[in-house]
């Protein structure tokens, strides 16, 4: 049972332009979601988050935003930069009790952007 | 560099067999999680302590158990290893905001 859905394995775009990498969740206690970011060789790195009560969050070239309705948030990167190239990951908790703590994450998708 | 480090960075075992799997978390951090990715699951939360405590529990197998010591580095022991254990298995330290996880760098679990 995939709580957490990435059904982009992949994504090819050329520098300078918008990615945007999506992620579906059918778990409606889900209130807290986040992207992480992974290359080759290291763990996966914190990249942003955002609230349920939020529907936008920004942070320099990264923005997150959530559908509550639809169950489905995407992220966005512009411009987009070769170093960007990883794989991103799409997590998901619950706020309180016993899933403090507990991400449930997304297969991943792999960014490639080229010169 | 998160600041987690994990030991050994690879390992290759024998079904039927015994390991553990060492972490230290960032300093100052109490809490420490475990992670399995596997090729066909993804990564998947295992479990989570707290100071010492267990906090939360995901899809850990009996045959896999953990534990966190006064210095707050953790361990992952897993037992009576079959094939489908082979996978990455990362640990994670936080403090304060707990879903900005420092993950580390991994350890790769080959089961023969």
């Known amino acids: 049972d995939q709580q957490v859905k990435q059904n982009s394995p992949s994504l090819s775009v050329q520098e300078g332009r918008i990615s945007i990498l999506n992620c579906d969740y059918t778990?409606?206690?889900?209130?807290?979601f986040l992207w992480y970011k992974k290359y080759p060789a290291e763990g996966p790195t914190f990249l942003i988050s955002?609230?349920?009560?939020?529907d936008k969050n920004e942070d320099g070239r990264f923005t997150v935003f959530l559908n509550k309705s639809a169950k489905h948030l995407s992220l966005q990167i512009v411009p987009s930069q070769p170093g960007d190239s990883a794989v991103y990951f799409c997590a998901a908790s619950g706020a309180g009790g016993t899933s403090y703590g507990k991400l449930t994450f997304g297969q991943g998708t792999i960014l490639t952007v080229h010169p | 560099d998160s600041g987690v480090t994990q030991t050994p960075k690879h390992l290759i075992t024998a079904t039927g067999q015994r390991v553990t799997l060492r972490c230290s978390p960032r300093s100052g951090d109490l809490s420490v999680y475990w992670y399995q990715q596997s090729l066909d699951q993804g990564l998947q939360f295992l479990i989570q302590y707290y100071n010492g405590e267990e906090r939360a529990k995901g899809n850990i197998l009996e045959r896999f158990s953990a534990q966190q010591f006064p210095d707050l580095h953790s361990e992952l022991n897993l037992s009576s290893l079959e094939l489908g254990d082979s996978a990455l298995y990362f640990c994670?330290?936080?403090?304060?905001?707990?879903?900005?996880?420092?993950f580390g760098p991994g350890t790769r679990l080959t089961v023969l």
């Open positions: 778990n409606s206690m889900f209130d807290y």
């Open positions: 955002i609230s349920s009560i939020k």
């Open positions: 994670a330290s936080s403090t304060g905001q707990w879903y900005e996880q420092f």
